[in-house]
Every structure is written in structure tokens, then in C-alpha cells.
């Protein structure tokens, strides 16, 4: 529905005596939707490292099957500035809650489907085919579905808690983490090998719907942000939000993309591709890695908020450049103790990686979602974080296989890691911190 000037006008007196109410429920809406959406996103992430390769690319060898399925993996990040760019015009033009409900529906389909797609070997190319044109559709609506969950919550509630309120939309991630990677955890634990393998799998997606359904019940009882609700009734939504965003803010938007290298590369190398590596090259079984890595989420859900509100008190920059620091120093550690290290301490490392990422994607919603005015944040926002997943998150697994594949050595990936951390730290040192700004007034930012 779109949001004409009057509906704008009677949003915002209905906001005036429903804020708490709304606040609540505008951080739940916000944290059970990314949850929604990077369960299912996560879900496709194991499986891609686990499943998809003997299911869809059977005649390949081993490292060109897990090369393929990681090709799959990575379609996913290169749609989502597609996605970004659709929506954040949309959302933009007609608000935040309409088009959150367009993503949600988007993700759970797609991921409903890849739970009953057929493998290679019952319809033959279709197979794989069909699987990338879902990872499609997985990524546009991921890319569409980040900023505006971000702004429900940030444009709600308290500006003096920005960076807390946004970091609601963040830990959808180790929520979505927990129950996508526990629920192939158990089922990879209570199944025979087998079993899982040829149907267990798809259990999980398959839940999405139900999931999926509690969502858009959520987000239907949520009113539109009182800041976009002020830019309609003021009539000042621009009518290419996306187009003047690149114009005016095109430097915020290659910033904010530059400092997600640390945090989102490696990341995925953590979660997804060490499966491979740690199965692989150690012969530890499915069931040990994802406990790790269920763990290690566990644990970042907690820190997340805590450095969130950290950032809150002294800033959103120095709790971001200190996790970005830390990135790169334990990066060489980390891939020694995955090479040498027993089980116990292998274990460990995969928890401890969490950390520097949570330092980092914590405050990172707020210090994006600040950098845009209210009429061109959902997509200013929305391209600055996406554009990270096309050259950071999206290729990492697939340059990791093929470094280790051609180098031998796992140190290769680290010197990798530590490139990504070199990137943020700059690109971070460059970005103004408005921790402390007025985010209501587009006043601030014109030039």
C-alpha cells in the first residue's frame, strides 16, 4: 500500500500514542524477520557445503563439486545489490513495512522449493539450474530485506539508542545461525548418514514456510516509521531514491561496502567453507563442526547487543576498527590451529572467530543506516551493504577452495583475511561517525 500524505498525517498522530507499543514491536518485527530470512539463507549455506555437491553436481570430482556448489553459493551474493536497488526504491517511495512483507514472502518460497527439488540424477541439468534461479530469488530478497529492517527499529525508538535498536535487525543472523545450522545438527545427529543425506536435509527447509508465516503476522501490526511517515506528509520522497542516493552519497556507499570486508568475508570462510576444510582435511564429522560453529553463534547473539550498546556510549568507529584490528591478527592463528591443532583446540578457534565479528556487525547497522537522510536511506543503505556480498562475502568460500587447492596451504586464506581487515580499517578511518548526529533532519547531510 502506498503511503499517501494523508494516510502519512494519521500514521504519525496514531505513532504519537502508540510509541512504546510500537517500538516493541517494531525491534521484535525487526529481529524475528532477519531471523526468518538468514535462517533460510544459512540453511542453503550448509547445504551447499554438505549436500549440493554429490545431490546436484554428482559427476564432478570433489573439488570441482564443492567449486560448483560454492558457484551456487556465491550467485546468491551477486543478486543481492540487485535486490538492494529494487527495493530500497520501493521502499523509499511506499515505506519500510510494505516492502518488508514482499521480501519475507520471497525468501520463504524460494527456500520452500529447494526443500523438495530433485537431484541430478532424477532430472538431470534442471536440477542445478533450478537450484541457482532460487538462490536468485534468495538473494534479491536478502538484499531488499536488510535496510528496511534496520530502519524499522533505528527510526522507532530512542535516537540515543541507535546503535542498540539497529543491532535488533543484526542478530537475526546468529538467530537465523542457531536454528538453520542446530536444525541440520540434529538431524545430521539423530539420522543415519544416509538417510539424512537423501531426505533430512530438506526437513528444514521445508519449516521456513511455518516460519515464514509467524513472520508476516508480526510485520502486519506494524505501523510505518514516524521518520518516513514525517517525509510523506512533508512531501519530500524523492522519485528516484536509488538513482539520487548513488548521486549524492556515492561516497558513503563505497564506504560503507569497504568496511563490511572483515566483518562479512570472513564470516562465511567461518561459517560455511570451514565444513569443507575441517571434514576434509581432518576427517572430524559433520556433527562436531556444526556444534562449533552452533556454538560460536550462540555466543556472538549475546556480544552483539553488548557491542552495540557499547557503541552507543563511545561510539560506533572505535568498537568497529577495534573488532576489524582484531580480525586480521587472528587470522594466521587461527587457520594454525585448524592445520595442526587437536580437536579440543579446533573447536575452540572456530567459537573465539565469532568475537571480532560481533564487535563488528553489532554497531555496523547504525553506522551505515547514519550515513543516508531519511527520504534515501532504505536504498542508500541497502547498496553500501550489499555491494560488500559481491566482492567480500560471495566469493569467499569459492577463492578459499581454489587458494588451498593452488597454494597448499591453508596461511594463504589467512593472508586473505588479513587483506579484507586492511580494507575496513580505511575505509572505516574514512566514514564520518554521526553516533551522536540528528538522523530527522536531512538537513545534516545535504551538501
Not at 500500500?1 to 525491534?27: P, Y
Not at 560454492?70 to 523509499?92: E, H, K, N, S
Not at 539450474?129 to 536468485?136: G, K
Not at 568475537?355 to 553500501?384: C, D, K, V
Request: hydrophobic share 50%; proline share 4%.
Amino acid at each position: 500500500m502506498v503511503l499517501g500524505r494523508d494516510e502519512a498525517d494519521t500514521v504519525l498522530q496514531a505513532q504519537t500514542s502508540q510509541k512504546k507499543t510500537q517500538v516493541r514491536r517494531a525491534a521484535f518485527a525487526s529481529a524475528i524477520g532477519t531471523t526468518i530470512e538468514w535462517y533460510d539463507f544459512f540453511l542453503y549455506n550448509t547445504a551447499a557445503a554438505l549436500i549440493f555437491p554429490q545431490l546436484f553436481f554428482p559427476a564432478s570430482s570433489s573439488y570441482a563439486g564443492a567449486m560448483q556448489s560454492f558457484a551456487t553459493y556465491a550467485v546468491g551474493f551477486a543478486a543481492r545489490p540487485v535486490g538492494a536497488a529494487i527495493f530500497g526504491y520501493w521502499g523509499d517511495r511506499i515505506g519500510r513495512k510494505t516492502t518488508l512483507v514482499v521480501t519475507l514472502l520471497m525468501m520463504g518460497i524460494a527456500s520452500g522449493v529447494v526443500g523438495v527439488l530433485p537431484g541430478a540424477a532424477t532430472i538431470g541439468i534442471a536440477a542445478p539450474l533450478i537450484l541457482v534461479t532460487l538462490r536468485l530469488i534468495q538473494g534479491i530478497a536478502i538484499g531488499g530485506e536488510w535496510s528496511g529492517s534496520v530502519l524499522l527499529a533505528m527510526e522507532w525508538g530512542d535516537q540515543r539508542k541507535r546503535g542498540l535498536l539497529g543491532s535488533f535487525a543484526q542478530i537475526g543472523v546468529p538467530v537465523g545461525l542457531v536454528l538453520g545450522t542446530g536444525g541440520m545438527t540434529l538431524l545430521s545427529a539423530l539420522l543415519p548418514e544416509e538417510a539424512f543425506d537423501s531426505w533430512g536435509w530438506r526437513l528444514p527447509f521445508l519449516a521456513s514456510l511455518l516460519l515464514v508465516a509467524v513472520g508476516l503476522v508480526i510485520r502486519l501490526r506494524i505501523l510505518e516509521t514516524p521518520m518516513f511517515a514525517r517525509v510523506v506528509a512533508q512531501q519530500r520522497t524523492s522519485r528516484s531514491p536509488v538513482a539520487d542516493a548513488v548521486k549524492h552519497h556515492w561516497r558513503e556507499i563505497l564506504l560503507s561496502a569497504g568496511l563490511r570486508f572483515s566483518e562479512q568475508m570472513p564470516f562465511y570462510l567461518y561459517t560455511s567453507y570451514v565444513l569443507v576444510y575441517v571434514v576434509a582435511e581432518h576427517g572430524y564429522s559433520k556433527t562436531f563442526v556444526l556444534n562449533a560453529v552452533l556454538l560460536g553463534a550462540a555466543v556472538e547473539l549475546a556480544l552483539i547487543l553488548w557491542f552495540s550498546q557499547l557503541s552507543d556510549r563511545i561510539g560506533r568507529k572505535r568498537v568497529y576498527l577495534t573488532g576489524a584490528v582484531l580480525t586480521g591478527l587472528l587470522a594466521f592463528p587461527y587457520f594454525a590451529v585448524l592445520k595442526n591443532g587437536g580437536e579440543v583446540l579446533i573447536f575452540v578457534a572456530i567459537v573465539v572467530s565469532m568475537i571480532p565479528h560481533a564487535m563488528q556487525y553489532g554497531p555496523q547497522a547504525a553506522l551505515i543506516g547514519e550515513s543516508f537522510p531519511t527520504h534515501l536511506r532504505y536504498g542508500g543503505a541497502g547498496l553500501g551493504y550489499q555491494l560488500a556480498s559481491v566482492f567480500a562475502g560471495g566469493p569467499a568460500p569459492l577463492l578459499a577452495t581454489w587458494l588451498l587447492h593452488t597454494t597448499g596451504t591453508p596461511y594463504s586464506i589467512s593472508a586473505y583475511v588479513v587483506l579484507s581487515a586492511v580494507v575496513t580499517i580505511v575505509c572505516v578511518a574514512l566514514l564520518k561517525d554521526r553516533s551522536r548526529a540528528d538522523i530527522t533532519d536531512d538537513a545534516v547531510y545535504r551538501r
